[in-house]
């Protein structure tokens, strides 16, 4: 296979192309050899679209790892040495110095455990031998090289693996193997078959290299010259000209791509592509199709064939997948000692679950202890009384159990929520005021403005821009909140909608609660708009009052379109003759003062908010109809994953990220986020890098070199911004594709992604470094933090770790008015429970529902040993007994199961029990007593008609033996005596129909 025989002249895509062929080769292992890591890992990056197996064995990482992390490195090496272990063999890259490290395993022989679906493997039998390979047991699975045990549930995270597995066992028979998503702990993909291999057990002594590994069938080096490679083969004899011819250096548009099939006809047209539903496309064009990804079209004189791209390949590794909401509100979070809430009682503190009743007639209970040493045992089944309980900072004493503070607080809520429910209702009354101008729709500046957007629009983001001109296009004002995640193009939305109001001889007020952020929106807007004939000005404390003068004349004499600016904008002197639209940004940001003008400002404006934080639902759902909302929720095609790297800190290090970034032309930020140290951070950057510009900027600044200095770096005079957290939203530099954080420890899930997201925003490859201090330990939750933020490396990903304190940010981003005092009275939840109900109310559409109270003999609860952590029972038990639908509780049984395993007979009775009590909302039953031999309905004496009557004595059952009424001062008992042991299930169901609402 080619030995003794050198090939040259190959342009890169002809060698992706080249070496993917080779990997294909089964039983032949191949070592293809080049120059540098950089230049290894593209190639390999480029050849996951073919899915030939390539191997990559990377170099081991040049820092000092914290341990726990670079589990996608691991996995990659690991891949790559099971895969050349094995019979198949295959084709492995691998640069120069990686090739001959000594850091593999000395020993010769990896042990297997092959496992497959359907096959007989005794559970303990398992465990015993992974445990061996050196599994640690944790209690939920998140790490590489981790095992979890529930009953007969085990979930593995296999190092050479993406995803864990979760296998589930039936005796002596694995029932079932699945992958699953750490995130949500729920099963993605089922698989018939799994080899397990030791690769962390005993012996650990290292010594081998990757040279000495495996007996390799052939060796190639590969060689660069001026864009041209050459493959030398050990050996070599004699050199081959690959004979390529480029013939399209860039991606071919679709009238040229047919052109070439067209013009190769008779001969073979591999077309490459990246999409398998272009596959029969392709082959009905007259091509070949091959699953791969080139950029370039070329020709090869020896096959005589062409090989082109399909011009709509898409270098994008990233699925388009939904994303995942994580529930922040629910209780289940909660540890023993946490504030929660009760409607009734007031702010307490959780003390978990107990188990309380009589034998075989268990039921789970939260336990709240109040002040003065009240405890209150609360039912599961009255979940929905219990909030967690969220406030806008400070202390909360808790209430006294059973004294009237509670019951002052709500009612004092109550009337403040009267206020806050009539304003918001009266805004939404002035929208349906007709606007006494139209806009006009002018279809050459939208075409132009469209043009001059460098990203191709995604789908989220084309229905906000259509909903935002649709709204400017009804008679009433617009107020609408666009939300989307960092980076996700929410300020394109607000350009559209600017440029079509200046369009139509109205100007624009751009409202941004931070200066540095109202000088990127103002650079932005000078950018795209300015072209246009639109005219852009900025109102900041970054300005001379001589310019903020000459600001404030133009907008009043109606010379600026637009003005952009901060809270300054707000002031009196700031007059705007001709405004149409405001927008504002991240609004919950702003202080009470200014939150209350701009609520004044906003009736009879148009109206466009913009929040990178997500709207909690349960708030959303209670201004539906007050206001409307656009989600963005996918992420810009074009964006790459963010590196994101934790290790431990070392000036070295950090000189060697800087210097590397750099040389490439970039720019970096090191976040230091103690400003009294910043300037001793600068001093010791310039020391290792004299040559360079390196300046600082923190929200303590002097606006003068605050100014100064973010427009070095916007220009691209400064090359490193030694930073504090001022800069976690609001920057956006293209050339900035470096991002040091130093003690990423400290700083919050949310934080950590919104400054993780300064980079990134252009196509080129950005990396975030988080460098902890030698000698930390991390505690469990720094821990679990930076290892959220290293495995959620997409764009969109923060949807998926928002953490609590965003359903606060996100209530701040709804409201505009000085609700935080009433909020942390009663707690968030509560809050917006009784602020939907108030609305509600206003609005005409208070259709209430009516619950039905059950009284069941048995036992029904979920048990410690099914579920044994306290909040995974907690967080279960809510999503039951808040389940909307029947939907919604046969989806939380399929968790449970998926997760757990078969559920025991008590649990099958909660959830039977919480499908009978949806079966009876809005029913004239008030109360079910299921009894050993009796099933009991109360219903409502207002409610009973003579049908009902006749329906109850006309109802035939076989498991009913007799049927009796029982009046009492207000209600009507209909008692059906049954045998004992009778199926309670199926005649609550069966009766439904005697009792619904005529």
């Known amino acids: 296979m080619f030995r003794g025989v050198s090939f040259v002249g190959f342009p890169l895509d002809g060698l992706v192309v080249f070496i993917n062929s080779l990997s294909g080769v089964v039983g032949r292992r191949v070592l293809l050899v080049g120059k540098n890591e950089v230049f290894i890992r593209s190639l390999y990056r480029q050849s996951q679209f073919f899915k030939n197996g390539l191997f990559y064995y990377p170099e081991p990482p040049r820092g000092e790892v914290v341990p726990g992390f670079q589990a996608t490195h691991n996995r990659i090496r690991t891949q790559a040495l099971l895969g050349l272990s094995t019979i198949d063999g295959g084709a492995c890259l691998v640069s120069e110095k990686a090739l001959s490290l000594p850091i593999i395993n000395?020993?010769?022989?990896?042990?297997?455990?092959?496992?497959?679906?359907?096959?007989?493997?005794?559970?303990?039998?398992?465990?015993?031998?992974?445990?061996?390979?050196?599994?640690?047991?944790?209690?939920?699975?998140?790490?590489?090289?981790?095992?979890?045990?529930?009953?007969?549930?085990?979930?593995?995270?296999?190092e050479s693996q993406k995803f864990p597995l979760r296998l589930s066992f039936d005796f002596d028979n694995l029932e079932s193997l699945s992958a699953f998503d750490v995130d949500t702990q729920r099963r993605t993909k089922s698989l018939s078959s799994f080899v397990f291999y030791d690769l962390v057990g005993e012996p650990i002594e290292k010594g081998r290299s990757l040279f000495d590994f495996a007996p390799w069938d052939l060796v190639v080096k590969i060689n660069s010259h001026g864009g041209v490679f050459d493959l030398i083969v050990d050996g070599e004899i004699k050199q081959e000209p690959a004979l390529f011819n480029v013939i399209s250096p860039q991606s071919p548009n679709k009238q040229r791509f047919k052109s070439l099939i067209e013009k190769n006809t008779p001969g073979v047209s591999y077309i490459f592509y990246t999409d398998k539903k272009r596959k029969e496309k392709i082959i009905n064009l007259g091509g070949f199709p091959v699953r791969g990804f080139i950029k370039s079209a070329f020709k090869t004189n020896a096959e005589k064939g062409l090989f082109i791209p399909d011009y709509r390949a898409r270098p994008n590794l990233n699925k388009k997948t939904p994303p995942k909401y994580i529930q922040n509100n629910s209780l289940s979070s909660f540890a023993v000692g946490d504030l929660v809430v009760h409607v009734l009682h007031g702010v307490g503190e959780f003390r978990g679950l107990v188990i309380r009743g009589p034998a075989r007639f268990e039921k789970e209970y939260i336990k709240i202890l109040y002040a003065g040493g009240g405890v209150l045992f609360v039912p599961i089944s009255k979940i929905s009384l219990v909030h967690k309980y969220q406030g806008f900072g400070g202390f909360r004493k808790i209430n006294n159990l059973g004294r009237g503070g509670w019951r002052a607080s709500v009612s004092k809520t109550k009337k403040e929520i009267e206020a806050v429910s009539s304003s918001l209702v009266s805004l939404y009354s002035s929208r349906n005021q007709p606007r006494s101008f139209f806009y006009v729709a002018s279809g050459e500046i939208d075409v132009a403005i469209k043009k001059s957007f460098p990203y191709k629009e995604t789908k989220d983001q084309k229905r906000a821009i259509v909903d935002v001109l649709n709204d400017l296009l009804k008679q009433t004002p617009m107020d609408r909140l666009v939300c989307g995640d960092v980076g996700f193009g929410k300020t394109e939305v607000a350009l559209r909608a600017i440029v079509r109001v200046a369009a139509s001889t109205k100007q624009t007020v751009f409202l941004c609660p931070t200066t540095v952020l109202s000088d990127q929106h103002y650079i932005t807007a000078q950018e795209r708009l300015s072209p246009l004939g639109i005219r852009v000005a900025l109102l900041s404390r970054f300005q001379s009052k001589k310019k903020q003068k000459e600001a404030l004349l133009d907008v009043l004499s109606g010379s600026v379109d637009l003005i952009v600016g901060t809270h300054r904008l707000l002031s009196d002197d700031v007059v705007v003759p001709r405004l149409g639209l405001l927008v504002i940004d991240e609004e919950h940001r702003f202080g009470v003062k200014h939150k209350e003008k701009i609520r004044s400002l906003k009736t009879g404006l148009d109206v466009l908010s913009l929040s990178a934080t997500p709207i909690p639902r349960t708030l959303q759902q209670s201004l539906l109809g007050v206001r409307d909302i656009s989600r963005i929720e996918t992420p810009p095609t074009t964006r790459k994953p963010i590196n994101t790297i934790v290790e431990f800190f070392s000036w070295r290090r950090s000189v060697e990220v800087i210097e590397e970034e750099l040389l490439r032309g970039g720019q970096v930020y090191f976040l230091h986020n103690k400003i009294q140290s910043i300037p001793y951070q600068v001093e010791k950057l310039r020391g290792f890098f004299p040559k360079e510009k390196i300046e600082y900027i923190h929200g303590q600044q002097d606006s003068k070199t605050l100014e100064k200095n973010l427009l070095g770096f916007f220009g691209g005079k400064i090359s490193v911004l030694v930073c504090s957290t001022i800069i976690e939203s609001g920057l956006d530099v293209s050339n900035a594709n470096c991002i040091i954080v130093n003690n990423p420890q400290n700083l919050g899930?949310?934080?950590?992604?919104?400054?993780?997201?300064?980079?990134?925003?252009?196509?080129?490859?950005?990396?975030?470094?988080?460098?902890?201090?030698?000698?930390?330990?991390?505690s469990e939750k720094a821990y679990r933090r930076l290892k959220t933020i290293e495995r959620h490396t997409s764009l969109g990903s923060g949807y998926s770790i928002a953490s609590n304190d965003l359903d606060i940010r996100g209530a701040g981003a709804v409201f505009g008015y000085k609700q935080s005092g009433q909020v942390s009275r009663v707690g968030l939840g509560y809050y917006n429970e009784l602020l939907k109900r108030a609305v509600n109310i206003k609005m005409g559409t208070n259709a209430g529902v009516r619950p039905v109270d059950l009284v069941y003999f048995g036992r029904s609860l979920i048990p410690k040993h099914y579920v044994s952590n306290e909040g995974e029972r907690l967080s279960f038990y809510t999503k039951i007994n808040r389940a909307k639908n029947k939907k919604a509780v046969l989806a939380t049984r399929g968790e449970i199961i998926d997760r757990f395993g078969k559920m025991p007979t008590e649990t099958k009775s909660f959830f039977r029990l919480a499908l009978v009590k949806l079966l009876y909302v809005d029913t004239l039953v008030q109360t079910l007593t299921i009894n050993k031999d009796s099933m009991v309905f109360e219903l409502g004496e207002k409610d009973i008609n003579k049908n009902t009557v006749n329906d109850v004595l006309n109802y035939k059952n076989s498991l009913v033996l007799n049927k009796k009424f029982k009046e009492a001062p207000a209600s009507l008992f209909v008692v059906f005596d049954v045998l004992e042991g009778f199926d309670w299930y199926s005649l609550a169901v069966d009766c439904n129909s005697l009792f619904c609402v005529q």
């Open 106 to 158: 000395k020993k010769r022989e990896i042990k297997n455990l092959p496992v497959e679906v359907g096959v007989g493997l005794d559970r303990d039998v398992f465990l015993e031998k992974v445990r061996g390979f050196g599994f640690k047991p944790v209690e939920y699975v998140c790490s590489p090289n981790e095992i979890s045990v529930r009953g007969d549930v085990v979930d593995v995270f296999p």
């Open 749 to 778: 899930l949310s934080q950590l992604y919104q400054i993780r997201g300064r980079v990134g925003r252009g196509s080129r490859q950005a990396n975030c470094y988080l460098f902890v201090p030698k000698r930390t330990m991390l």
